[in-house]
């Protein structure tokens, strides 16, 4: 089992930036990828970024390469995701999702991820 909690998310400004981190604990952390993903209302789920396990790959969807950046602390059992130059169509619900024991789909699928976070808001004004 893997719990997982968000943090960081709030009301910025478009142009600006947020840090979210997501807290692991039960399983060891250095073993399994970790995924972001964000919920507008009225719309799916979708991918964000995502990292290996050791931190040496990371993923990013096209709508936010070159923006955010994906990273993890092992040692910390944290992973983060740093939000530059924010627009207001990233206002979403954030979620980080830790992969299962024996992954069956992509880096960007959550059918990859078994555990997820309660999610954390962000909301970017224009």
């Known amino acids: 089992q893997v719990q997982l909690v968000e943090s960081g998310g709030g009301l910025v400004q478009a142009g600006g930036s947020l840090r979210l981190s997501c807290a692991a604990s039960?399983?060891?952390?250095?073993?399994?990828?970790m995924g972001w993903f964000r919920q507008a209302p009225g719309k799916e789920r979708e991918f964000v970024a995502a990292i290996s396990w050791s931190g040496s790959n990371t993923y990013y969807s096209d709508s936010v390469k070159g923006r955010f950046t994906i990273s993890r602390d092992n040692a910390k059992n944290t992973v983060y995701l740093q939000m530059n130059s924010l627009k207001p169509e990233d206002t979403a619900v954030y979620y980080c999702a830790a992969e299962g024991r024996f992954p069956r789909a992509t880096m960007t699928s959550e059918d990859r991820y078994d555990y997820w976070g309660q999610g954390t808001q962000v909301t970017v004004s224009s």
């Open positions: 039960g399983r060891t952390f250095s073993s399994y990828a």
